[in-house]
């Protein structure tokens, strides 16, 4: 999914830049101007942003279209996300009961499978209402 939804994002963003209600900003900055008499601009119009917005949107999408399959590549398993940036493995978490079972089909759950404590933690013999949240 993110291989189509971040370009996706990006690409409406991008294309938001190109009319006056296209982002939010946009509106706020018009709205700006318009209640301002002495503004150093004019109120816009629907596309008094489009000859600077395409093009730069067009150079956007150009290198999402380059960029895109090069940043986001899809990864092995869901697991290999628990590694660390020097490429050392997570902690090992104990999972609760059940855990496998429920999600014996879906990858996401094996790195959050149920609510987990590091072994050997403090906290992993403790049950979880026992556990103060902090204020």
Request: net charge negative; glycine share 8%.
């Amino acid at each position: 999914p993110k291989i189509l939804l971040m370009p996706l994002s990006f690409s409406s963003m991008l294309g938001g830049m190109c009319t006056l209600i296209g982002t939010s900003t946009n509106l706020v900055l018009n709205s700006q101007i318009e209640s301002d008499p002495s503004a150093p601009l004019e109120a816009f119009d629907m596309f008094t942003m489009t000859p600077v917005g395409l093009p730069v949107a067009a150079a956007g999408v150009t290198m999402l279209i380059f960029l895109a399959p090069l940043m986001l590549k899809p990864r092995g398993r869901a697991s290999s996300a628990l590694g660390s940036a020097d490429g050392s493995r997570a902690p090992s978490v104990e999972r609760g009961p059940g855990a496998e079972e429920e999600c014996s089909a879906v990858d996401v759950c094996a790195a959050a499978a149920a609510p987990a404590a590091a072994v050997g933690s403090a906290t992993a013999s403790r049950p979880m209402g026992s556990l103060a949240s902090p204020k």
